[in-house]
């Protein structure tokens, strides 16, 4: 006989609010900053950056794009001593070559297929000895395939660091 013997059929991977394969997305510190010393004469003269990393728990078929950005001032939750926004530079994101890039737009992407993406960014050196002070890193969107992560999962989404001074407990 003759007839259809074929029929069409679409997959649909979850989506929002569901349980499934959605990664989660966070954001860690790997290593806090240590301001550079002018003349040479600190423990580490040339500084050292404070490093993040941000993570998917699962890979994505398609690039996710992630707004981040530091928070300074009064915007710190914290007891202690705030940084400023003039104590650091500005972030970086490690490239798939391996070479620091600037943060454009405070816009990065995951790319397809990854789970993590290094950040960094380094402290100022002003001269000025400080006691030291506390800032984050924080993830305020992001998104694949047009799903908002920030919406769909739960994840840690700001990653705390401190600057030291060169001087400070060195």
């Keep these: 006989t003759v007839g ?5 059929a679409t997959i649909s991977d979850e989506g929002v609010n569901q349980e499934g394969d959605l990664p989660t997305i966070s954001i860690t510190t790997d ?4 301001e550079a010393n002018e003349d040479g004469e600190s423990f580490d003269p040339a ?3 404070a490093l993040f990393t941000i993570t998917l728990s699962t890979e994505s078929e398609y690039d996710t794009v992630v707004s981040v950005g530091k928070v ?12 400023e926004a003039n104590d650091l530079g ?6 798939a070559e391996g070479a620091w890039q600037s943060v454009v737009d405070g816009q990065v992407t995951i790319a397809a297929g990854s789970t993590t993406l290094e950040l960094r960014t380094t402290p100022t050196a002003d001269g000025i000895y400080e006691d030291v002070e506390d800032f984050a890193v924080e993830i305020t969107g992001a998104s694949t395939n047009s799903v908002d992560l920030v919406e769909a ?6 990653a705390a660091a401190t600057i030291s001074d060169e001087g ?3």
């Design 4 to 8: 259809d013997w074929t029929a069409a």
């Design 31 to 34: 290593q806090n900053a240590i």
């Design 47 to 49: 500084g050292q950056a």
């Design 72 to 83: 300074v001032g009064d915007a710190v939750d914290t007891d202690f001593n705030p940084a």
């Design 90 to 95: 500005g972030l970086e994101y490690k490239d």
């Design 153 to 158: 999962t739960v994840g840690d989404w700001t």
């Design 168 to 170: 400070v407990n060195q």
